[in-house]
């Protein structure tokens, strides 16, 4: 899709009209599912993030700025309503299985020859709220005080919940390479 395209599209979902939202929830559907499908724990929780991403962005198309990249604030509103999700979502503390004092020592070559799926596969298998602190810290590149105010934790909880996020995907990752036992 062309700039100029995008933007007369954008212009007529401003207008309301029904089939501009169509074409533009579809045109960005696939890179729409793959962030949300970072902060979900499966398919269905990835669609919910989106579909509510996408009415935020249908109600605040007034708020964009036609100067900046409509993908990038599309994408901080899919992070936000991501972390809307995790806020609205969180009950308790998650406690998860993680061995503390076991090292994982896994082969380079593994990090080398996993596929993305498995990747993502591996992070949403993650307690919500490790896999939320992991994403915003690696994959958006928030800092801890950012993510302790964004989260409503504290600065001590996002560096815990990083370090245990980091610590369970070793422990995914060692799992994953002794059952495939593909790398040697």
């Known amino acids: 899709m062309s700039t100029a395209e995008l933007s007369n599209i954008i212009e007529a979902c401003r207008k309301q009209d029904s089939n501009s939202q169509k074409r533009l929830y579809q045109h960005f559907y696939n890179y729409g599912m793959t962030v949300c499908s970072r902060y979900a724990r499966d398919r269905e929780e990835a669609?919910?993030?989106?579909?509510?991403s996408f009415y935020k962005i249908f109600?605040?198309?007034?708020?964009?700025?036609?100067?900046?990249?409509?993908?990038?604030?599309?994408?901080?509103?899919?992070?936000?309503?991501?972390i809307d999700h995790f806020r609205k979502n969180k009950t308790k503390p998650q406690l998860v299985d993680i061995v503390h004092a076991q090292?994982?020592?896994?082969?380079?070559?593994?990090i080398e020859n996993?596929?993305?799926?498995?990747?993502?596969?591996?992070?949403q298998k993650l307690a919500p709220s490790y896999r939320m602190v992991f994403m915003l810290h690696a994959v958006e590149g928030y800092?801890?005080?950012?993510i302790a105010e964004r989260l409503g934790i504290t600065v001590g909880t996002s560096k815990s919940n990083l370090a245990k996020a980091r610590t369970k995907l070793k422990a995914l990752l060692y799992k994953l390479d002794k059952k495939t036992n593909r790398y040697g």
């Open 103 to 110: 090292q994982y020592e896994s082969k380079d070559q593994v």
């Open 143 to 146: 800092k801890h005080p950012e």
């Open 47 to 52: 669609k919910e993030i989106f579909n509510d």
């Open 114 to 123: 996993i596929s993305a799926g498995e990747i993502l596969n591996l992070v």
């Open 59 to 82: 109600t605040k198309l007034d708020q964009y700025n036609p100067d900046h990249s409509f993908k990038a604030w599309l994408n901080k509103i899919m992070v936000n309503t991501a």
